[in-house]
């Protein structure tokens, strides 16, 4: 009796919108928790990281500009595209880190719920963190946050769907272009999630996704001189501190936002202040008179 | 590429004169038609008297509350700019008297100030500044004295602000979970500050109210050149009974600074100053979890569109570079004006920095005071010789200069192009770069080809074109029809590599608290 022969795919990048395989020609080996290979994905390079960086840097003009009530319409599309699509990404966390189908549920269901969360923030944070200032003189004087432009995110290895996703939403809900380091051990289901964004509205260059070793690509995002911001949440000290050595290059700002596994699926990481790392404060001064 | 060329003849500055004496430095014959003042203009002297009031020949550092010779047992000398001459004898701070003043700050923090309530905090701040406001006026004596800044400044403008920073932040300390929906502020702890000296008084008010008022203990540096009123601020702290180890104040060179940001027990580092220094600071802390702000260079741009209001622009072109003798990091330093109106403009300039004033700092009527220490009119004229020899036109003010002291007049070079070096580095003197566009997508694409991002300029009667080009600057403070306007409700602070971080405003106070 002949059994059919499952197709394998490999996992790509995704850069400007499109799926390009790691220019350097190079894979890896996804495992799942139990050692068991499941498929492979590329394996960026410093020269895929530097693309991924023209793409951020090229969205970041058209996606900064858009009104805050349509970014939220598009996040709020992904995360629509995402509910769609939520028993595919359930069954691939489940395969990589060979936890419960419920358990993998709860993580997709909390994902698409944030992700909702944090729509709802692109046309608020303005208000709620901008302000109109009193000052002495007869001015008008006004403070409001705008987009730092081009943010590497790099996504710890566990939670790898819901902590990416709360990382990712709070870059971009302002108008950054985000570049995300996926998780290093399980990086598949950031794969798949790429390819659901791909179908949502969200312009191609937004979120832009590198899987493969974090080591090897942080020397280059610390000395990269067209990085605004970089949010760490890979949790490893000596990365971090290579990372943070970026500040001194080019001042781009660094701010660490690591979590336990458990904490990823609490309110703690739906902390609207974090929108504020990759913002900068543009204040405003005009004469009053007639 | 100047619609219409406007015949200056370059200044010839030899590396030789220019290094040696540029207050003898040929100035452009001003040949076409232009103002001629007569003796109208010259004024009676009107300085402002500093006989009355005391220096003592020598300061010492403040820790834990008392005035305390040096670890090193050495002082250096602060001398006024203007005249040479030496006002008094500074402490030479080292790594153990920053130590010291590190651990009476944490003591203070621990035992004193993070658990008094707001109110009291409050309280403090209150006092500070009413002793502040009525010691006005010798403040600004001693800052003009020791920093070379016109008295019209000190006196109408950095006390002013300085009062108002600490009234203003004084009533945040007991507000302050009003300025953060949903989260509950707690203070940092120690925080190590370290303030250039443009606004010796004023950058240490910024830096010190809003840490107070959130509850921090504090440990601050002030510029080499001008420490003396920051002791005196010390004094006043003590007048106030501000509990000891609150603030401490130690005085030094540039390793005293380091020993701050290297000490372990630093929570959190805010530094104003060079992007240069700033940079070396932000590789210091690395790897540690101290928090840092950083207030650093810039290179604005002032943008003059054609429907500008053109007397009030150029009454903005001048407070924009030469307020403060441009030692401002915020300065209008590049002057990007549209084809049409640049003669008209370049006419108006080259008359209006004839009528600026240069000369004694404490004479109420001096627009231009003196140029804060040697290295600095070192770079300036090293600057602006680069400038000439890469073939922009040099125009001056015709005036004499003081014989001692150091000066530099009101300068502005035409024909400069974004390749030079004085339309890419920061000057931090009276110097100003004009350049010109046609639409106003290049006004913006020039504005922010520079690694700064600190402030802008935009000029037009048309109100959509402001918020247009406001919002299109990569700067953290745009100034719309006016410039170099500061006041402590408004946060003010850099995008790019003018540094991150706001002070000043409800923005200014996250910078010193902790929200988690």
Known sequence: MSTRLDVKKTYKLYLGGKFPRSESGRYLPAKSAKGEHLDNFAHASRKDFRDAVVAARSAVAGWGNASAYNRGQILYRAAEMLQNRAAELVAEIARSTNVSAAKAKREVTLAIDRLVHFAGWTDKYQQVFGSVNPVASSHFNFSTPEPTGVVVVLAPDEPSLLALVSLVAPVILSGNAAIVIASEKFPLPAATFAEILATSDLPGGVVNLLTGKRAELVPHIATHMDVNAIVDGAGDAELSAKLQAGTAINLKRYSKYSLAPADWFSAKAENPYRILDTVEFKTAWHPIGV | ?516
């Open chain 2, 1 to 516: 590429m100047a619609a219409t060329k406007i015949k200056f003849k370059p200044v010839k500055l030899s590396a030789k004169r220019a290094v040696a004496a540029p207050r003898h430095a040929p100035v452009i014959p001003l040949n076409d038609r232009r103002l001629n003042f007569g003796n109208k203009w010259d004024y009676a002297p009107a300085p402002e008297d500093s006989k009355n009031y005391i220096i003592a020949p020598r300061h010492e550092l403040f820790i834990n509350g008392k005035f305390t010779a040096p670890h090193s047992g050495k002082h250096f000398d602060t001398i006024n700019p203007a005249t040479e001459d030496k006002i008094t004898e500074i402490a030479l701070g080292d790594a153990e008297d920053v130590d010291l003043a590190v651990r009476a700050a944490r003591r203070a923090y621990e035992k004193v100030w993070s658990k008094m309530p707001g109110r009291e905090r409050g309280k403090y701040l209150y006092r500070i500044a009413r002793i502040i406001q009525e010691k006005s006026r010798e403040l600004a004596v001693l800052e003009t004295m020791d920093g070379g800044k016109p008295i019209k400044e000190t006196r109408d403008v950095d006390l002013p602000i300085v009062a108002a920073h600490f009234f203003y932040h004084a009533g945040w300390a007991d507000k302050l979970q009003y300025a953060f929906p949903g989260r509950t502020p707690r203070p940092l702890g120690v925080v190590g500050q370290i303030i250039p000296w443009n606004f010796p008084l004023l950058m240490a008010a910024w830096k010190i109210a809003p840490a107070l008022a959130c509850g921090n203990t504090v440990v601050i540096k002030p510029s080499k050149t001008t420490s003396l009123t920051l002791v005196r601020l010390a004094q006043i702290f003590q007048e106030a009974e501000l509990p000891e180890g609150v603030v401490n104040v130690i005085t030094g060179v540039g390793e005293t600074g380091t020993a701050i940001v290297k000490h372990p027990d630093v929570n959190k580092i805010a530094f104003t100053g060079s992007t240069e220094i700033g940079k070396q600071l932000a590789q210091m802390v690395v790897g540690t979890d101290k928090r840092i702000t950083l207030e650093l260079g810039g290179k604005a741009a002032n943008i003059v569109f054609e429907d500008a209001p053109i007397d009030q622009a150029i009454e903005g072109i001048i407070a924009g570079i030469y307020f403060n003798m441009g030692h401002v990091c915020c300065a209008g330093s590049r002057l990007l004006v549209q084809e049409s109106i640049y003669p008209k403009v370049v006419k108006k300039l080259r008359d209006r920095i004839q009528t600026l004033r240069i000369g004694n700092p404490l004479d109420k009527n001096t627009d231009i005071g003196a140029i804060n220490n040697k290295p600095q009119l070192e770079k300036i004229r090293e600057l602006v010789q680069s400038g000439a020899d890469e073939g922009a036109e040099v125009v001056q003010t015709q005036c004499k200069l003081p014989e001692r002291g150091y000066w530099y007049p009101p300068t502005f070079l035409t024909g400069v192009t974004a390749s030079h070096r004085v339309a890419q580095e920061e000057i931090f003197g009276p110097v100003l770069s004009v350049m010109t566009f046609r639409t106003p997508e290049e006004a913006v694409e020039r504005a922010n080809n520079t690694p700064y991002g600190l402030s802008a300029g935009v000029w037009t009667d048309k109100g959509s074109k402001i918020f247009k080009i406001v919002h299109q600057l990569r700067a953290g403070v745009v100034w719309a029809n006016t410039y170099n306007k500061f006041d402590p409700t408004s946060p003010f602070g850099g995008y790019k590599e003018s540094g991150f971080g706001r002070e000043g405003g409800i923005q200014g106070l996250a910078a010193y608290c902790r929200l988690d």
